[in-house]
């Protein structure tokens, strides 16, 4: 990440206070010194109406004296903190609020044109010339019979409303400020909810890229970023089981390939050298033919276990009678049964009981579980295989009576390789990867296999499979 999102978050806050000083700068100044000039021209407007239709008027009626309407007009002055003048159409003005009244050196003003202002009631300029600076002007006609007489004209400054607009603006920028470091708890938020997760996630990722799965992230949140990492997390686990698994599937082949290939080695070298008389050979070929025997079985093995692992494993499913696939497996145990005098009972549920499976493969099933269970039985023993049905599941169970599988050695039985310490002395010539086979097949069935086993008492394996309802009673 390089920090690039970090510094693409804070180039884009330092973008937001940049232009939000921008806007308040060109368009909010703009507008709050045009509202503040039409609102002021209004109020002027109002007075200059008010002095037209009094003073003004009655001054043009003969009704007051020019000194009268000179004293309320400095009087409006001084509120307002504006000029006030009565003027005639000819721009000659008589009264001013600024001056004293002089009717010998009266100004005029040159030019003067009240249609100025337009369709509006005011205008900003320096008023014909007349200031050096620009004026905020409204007029208001003085009418008598009828007619226009003169006009009420009001003038202040723009620079006051300058002066306005600038302190409101202040305070824009003041508000802007605060507003701006307000946010910058948004910024510590994303700092620390989500770029230093971020971080440790990536920082992860990295470690598990070099190949260290035991890489430790710990990341306290309960949203998604928290449920990222602790997939990422257990995605890690679960890769660094598989690959200490592959460390152990390797040197457990390694071991379970090494010691026939000595022995066979063995045995050869003693017979070329004459270590073993001629006499003794079939004795000892019979042994390394033994030992062929237990290499080619575990490569089978690993060969089946490969491909009931690969994935869109194909099954070959058919409705069969598993009754008859439990008669006929059972049956291939004669010989061995015979050695051990251990008896097979079979309690299997109606004559025939139709099931939809891989056929060959529940026949391996079958096959693995005998084969453990009279290779852990006692002598002069029974092992019983019973099938039960329930709600159209079909329950094997296959039941032994012999050295039983310690507490905690349940859970790693299905381990490829794996055997138990009472095992190792009875099971010689075993993979350990009969059962794993067989867990397997029953999964690519989307079916479950249990056990149930107590040291010294024997062991049950219950596996189920789908019934085939055939419509029969």
């Not at 337009?118 to 205008?123: A, D, F, H, L, P």
């Not at 152990?248 to 045995?267: E, M």
């Not at 276990?305 to 439990?326: H, P, Q």
């Not at 039941?399 to 009875?426: A, E, M, Q, V």
């Amino acid at each position: 990440m390089k920090r690039t999102l970090y510094w693409k978050f804070l180039l884009a806050y330092l973008f937001f206070a940049f232009f939000g000083f921008l806007v308040v700068a060109n368009f909010v100044s703009g507008m709050t010194f045009d509202h503040l000039k039409k609102e002021k021209a209004e109020a002027l407007y109002r007075e200059a109406v008010i002095i037209s239709n009094s003073y003004a008027s009655d001054l043009y009626n003969n009704n007051t004296s020019m000194e009268t309407v000179k004293k309320q007009l400095d009087a409006l002055d001084s509120y307002l903190s504006a000029s006030v003048w009565i003027m005639n159409p000819s721009g000659r003005v008589l009264v001013d609020s600024k001056h004293p009244i002089d009717v010998e050196n009266q100004i005029v003003v040159e030019n003067f044109d009240p249609t100025i202002t337009g369709n509006t009631y005011y205008t900003v300029g320096n008023f014909f010339g007349m200031f050096e600076e620009d004026m905020l002007t409204v007029f208001a006609p003085i009418t008598a019979d009828y007619k226009v007489k003169g006009y009420v004209v009001i003038l202040t400054p723009v620079s006051a409303l300058e002066q306005s607009s600038n302190s409101l603006l202040n305070i824009s920028y003041l508000l802007l400020v605060i507003l701006f470091l307000l946010s910058l708890i948004i910024l510590i938020f994303f700092t620390e909810l989500v770029y230093i997760p971020l971080r440790k996630i990536t920082r992860a990722t990295e470690q598990y890229a070099l190949g260290n799965l035991h890489y430790q992230l710990s990341v306290d949140s309960e949203d998604e970023i928290g449920y990222l990492a602790a997939s990422l997390s257990y995605m890690a686990e679960e890769l660094a089981q598989g690959e200490d698994n592959q460390k152990k599937l390797v040197a457990n082949i390694s071991h379970d390939f090494r010691s026939p290939l000595t022995s066979i080695r063995g045995y050869l070298e003693a017979m070329l050298d004459g270590t073993i008389p001629p006499e003794m050979h079939e004795k000892y070929l019979q042994i390394v033919l033994n030992e062929t025997d237990r290499l080619t079985k575990l490569t089978n093995n690993l060969l089946t276990l490969n491909n009931l692992n690969a994935k869109g494993m194909l099954l070959e499913k058919t409705d069969f009678d598993l009754n008859s696939v439990i008669k006929n497996t059972a049956a291939t145990f004669e010989g061995t049964c015979r050695q051990k005098t251990i008896a097979i009972e079979l309690i299997l549920t109606g004559e025939k009981m139709i099931v939809h499976a891989d056929m060959i493969k529940i026949q391996q099933v079958l096959y693995n579980l005998l084969d453990n269970a009279i290779k852990f039985s006692h002598h002069d023993s029974v092992i019983k295989i019973e099938t039960t049905l329930k709600h159209n599941k079909v329950f094997v169970s296959v039941k032994d009576n012999g050295i039983g599988i310690p507490k905690d050695s349940l859970k790693l039985i299905w381990d490829r390789f794996y055997k138990t310490d009472l095992s190792r002395g009875k099971d010689k010539r075993g993979t350990g990867l009969g059962l794993s086979i067989t867990r397997e097949i029953i999964k690519a069935h989307g079916e479950n296999i249990n056990v149930i086993s107590t040291e010294g008492v024997g062991s049950e394996f219950i596996f189920t499979l789908p019934c085939v309802d055939t419509g029969e009673d």
